[in-house]
């Protein structure tokens, strides 16, 4: 089943498609209010997210200026990298691919 999108796009979206995007952003909106409590960090360490998003995506990410790394201080202060972004990022890019390959 298919329900058009009324917009000035002719559009077109799968309800298996549709319910993947409400997942998302499901997850999202509760990763967002667990980072608004406190229960998550609202930031990582370049390092952390090299272990959770893996090195090359998240080096892909910054250089494409996805992503914008933040620094704490002057000269050797640590990177610091907002979580939402990278959750946003990370899941856009898994939708994409999974719409375009499915």
């Known amino acids: ?3 058009p999108i009324p917009n000035f796009m002719d559009i ?3 309800t298996h498609h549709l319910t ?3 997942e998302q952003a499901a997850e999202m909106g509760a ?3 667990l980072t608004q409590t406190g229960r998550l960090k609202p930031y990582l360490k370049k390092s952390e997210a090299f272990r959770q998003f893996g090195r090359r995506n998240v080096e892909h990410w910054i ?3 996805l992503l914008i790394p ?3 201080g002057d000269h050797s202060a640590a990177l610091r ?3 939402i972004e990278l ?3 990370s899941a856009a890019e898994d939708l994409l691919f999974y719409f375009h390959y499915k």
Request: without cysteine; aromatic residues 4%; negative net charge.
């Open 87 to 89: 959750e946003a990022i």
């Open 12 to 14: 077109t979206i799968s």
């Open 31 to 33: 990763k967002h209010a």
């Open 70 to 72: 933040r620094k704490d």
């Open 63 to 65: 250089e494409d200026a």
């Open 20 to 22: 993947l995007l409400i």
């Open 1 to 3: 089943m298919f329900i």
């Open 81 to 83: 990298l907002e979580r």
